[in-house]
């Protein structure tokens, strides 16, 4: 599976941006999404995740009410809606996919673009 993550930027706080992540390579409505992010100096943390047909979804506490994921099986494509953006939303952003169902871990994926940067200006 490849992925490819795009629409990173630099935004002010309270703006929006939206990720998008296309695949290919394999069937992609069988796959679990997500999208993960890595600030300077800290660990890759999961955003959020979705499962092959969106009827679940998963959110960081961080980013509940602010960021949401969708799917769009038919474009093999996964978006990631960032509202309310906050200074501490800085990083680079990740789409991942596994076989399996929804895990919070990095180390649950199988499969990684190559990121995407997301500045938030004060």
């Known amino acids: 599976v490849q992925l490819q993550a795009s629409g990173g930027g630099l935004v002010q706080a309270g703006g929006s941006l939206r990720l998008s992540c296309a695949a290919s390579g394999r069937t992609f409505s069988t796959l679990t999404m997500g999208w993960f992010r890595q600030a300077p100096g800290k660990g890759r943390d999961i955003v959020a995740a979705i499962n092959w047909n969106g009827g679940r979804t998963y959110n960081a506490d961080s980013v509940k009410g602010r960021f949401t994921i969708s799917r769009d099986n038919a474009k093999n494509a996964v978006y990631l809606q960032m509202n309310s953006l906050k200074p501490e939303d800085t990083a680079v952003y990740y789409c991942?996919?596994?076989?399996?169902?929804?895990?919070?871990?990095?180390?649950?994926?199988?499969?990684w673009g190559q990121g995407t940067q997301v500045t938030v200006s004060s």
């Open positions: 991942a996919a596994r076989t399996f169902d929804i895990a919070p871990t990095p180390g649950s994926y199988d499969y």
